[in-house]
């Protein structure tokens, strides 16, 4: 058994400050815990950014990153294991729904600019339409691969439950999006904020925002988890 005290006031001082130094840097101190939940942030954030970088691959990338984000918060598993055992997993259908939002999405992007900027009959109408369509495709973007990540289901299964998910739990839901448009929002109304914060981007960000929205989005899901099992006991 250690002793961090003496029985002399000066040496107490002195052996009780040295005690708490060292403390601090044991490993289930809560500073080196922090430190290494940090450093797992930052890996899992780089991992999710270079198998990102064939843009095909994004879907099957975020999907990863929340099947190991999941993991960390409940101290299970290991973040580069984790990751890349759900990116194998999940690289069909994840990359097919990613394929999917993003020719929807280019579309419903080429639609919105184009009625904002066309002076046409029912224009405004159009632009309206569009912009809702658009918000509802950003809605079931923000949870499909929390889904996917998650759960075990079809395709068209899979995007149903982020349709419904995403009426069902609008406010959380609506949160998390804006969560994942920070950067785009910088970008547009504070581009120097934006270069600024550029080694923020690279070095944890995606990790930061999967873990909001994962805070954001556990309770509905866990819901569902729990309407299954009920489910499948009656």
């Not at 990153?65 to 984790?82: F, K, N, S, V």
């Not at 259908?93 to 990613?98: D, F, K, S, V």
Request: with cysteine; charged share 10%.
């Amino acid at each position: 058994t250690r002793v961090c005290y003496a029985s002399k006031k000066t040496t107490r001082r002195r052996r009780v400050g040295g005690c708490g130094i060292a403390s601090m840097f044991r490993m289930d101190s809560p500073l080196m815990r922090g430190l290494t939940r940090l450093a797992d942030l930052m890996l899992l954030n780089v991992l999710a950014l270079v198998c990102s970088i064939p843009i095909v691959t994004i879907g099957a990338s975020s999907s990863a990153l929340y099947y190991a984000m999941g993991h960390l918060i409940h101290d299970e598993g290991t973040p580069t294991r984790d990751f890349f055992r759900s990116f194998k997993q999940n690289f069909v259908q994840a990359t097919g729904l990613w394929l999917l939002f993003l020719a929807a999405g280019a579309v419903l992007g080429f639609a919105f600019v184009y009625y904002l900027t066309t002076q046409m009959t029912g224009g405004m109408v159009l632009l309206m339409l569009s912009s809702l369509v658009l918000l509802l495709w950003g809605l079931m973007l923000t949870w499909v691969f929390p889904l996917q990540a998650k759960f075990t289901n079809t395709f068209w299964k899979t995007l149903n439950n982020a349709l419904l998910l995403s009426v069902a739990y609008l406010p959380r839901t609506l949160a998390a999006l804006v969560v994942n448009l920070i950067p785009v929002l910088l970008y547009l109304f504070y581009p120097q904020l934006f270069i600024m914060a550029g080694i923020l981007w690279f070095a944890l960000w995606f990790s930061v925002a999967t873990w909001i929205n994962l805070k954001l989005l556990q309770k509905p899901m866990d819901k569902m988890i729990q309407a299954t099992e009920e489910n499948a006991a009656e």
